[in-house]
DNA sequence: TTGTATGCAAAAGGTTTGCAATGAT
DNA sequence: ATCATTGCAAACCTTTTGCATACAA
């Protein structure tokens, strides 16, 4: 991390270890609120403000990952059976894609560990036609 | 809705009708607040409150689903290269898979409509060991 | 020394809840 | 008549932001 931290020219701070050794001791997938549990366990007075700052900083970096791609609010839609999505990583968009193909997958079970499966889905992550062209345009 | 709502002994009522008819006029995946303009728009004073309400207990019914299954805080993990997710139901855990078998999924690029994807993760949603044995032992 | 990060406190969403009144069956 | 639902308003929780100070390089 601190050589990304170089590459940028970021200082390293005690915050950013702090949060990151937290976050590297759990393999749970820890709020921010827990991150700043621990983290400020090592390093009191850290403010969650801080916390939300640095781990940006760190996903920034490519080094922390946000699971639950949680927008700020919800979003809903009309139950209409099994399907994937596809998320525009540009405008948020998200589009149903129906697909057979990808509707039996199969999980080994040797790797689920005791953990059974109702049902999945998958995200799929890029850029619609329209964030692609104006990113072009603005080259 | 009318059906599942009797089947459950709920009153159909006006709000009830109204956000199913907004979120079902759309196929973007609309907010809780753009439902509630939606609503609204047909049955003037209808709260936001109302709105969280009905599209719970739509949930419930499995007339709706929640995508982006933002809980209430997001929830980080150290980027260790492409994995998915097992998501317990019961208690929220969320564990990493790793199973190269599941990194080359393709998606056929008729499908993908000028979407460009650049990453992609699975979401498994299921029941943990623990919470079926107490599942099981509540019975 | 310079530019970024931090703490503090306040604000800003998004969502939930208590309570009295309304309404569906 | 009965029980769930609604509106209203306030509370709650998570996340963001402005500003002055502190700090890494």
Redesign the pocket.
């Known amino acids: 991390m601190?050589a990304r931290?170089?590459e940028r020219?970021?200082?390293?701070?005690?915050?950013?270890r702090a949060?990151l050794r937290a976050l590297s001791a759990r393999r749970d997938h820890p709020?921010?609120?827990q991150v700043h549990a621990a983290a400020?366990a090592r390093?009191p007075?850290?403010?969650?403000?801080?916390?939300?700052?640095?781990?940006?900083?760190l996903e920034a970096m490519g080094v922390v990952r946000r699971v639950d791609h949680?927008?700020?609010?919800?979003?809903y839609e009309v139950d209409s059976g099994p399907h994937h999505h596809l998320v525009c990583v540009g405008c948020g968009r998200i589009a149903d894609l129906h697909e057979p193909a990808l509707e039996s997958l199969s999980l080994p079970a040797s790797r689920a560990r005791g953990f059974v499966v109702k049902e999945y889905s998958i995200q799929f992550r890029g850029l619609c036609s329209g964030c692609r062209k104006q990113q072009r345009s603005r080259k």
């Open positions: 601190a931290c170089r020219g970021l200082p390293v701070t005690p915050q950013r949060v709020t921010a609120e400020s390093l007075g850290m403010t969650r403000a801080t916390v939300y700052r640095v781990l940006d900083a949680a927008g700020a609010a919800a979003r």
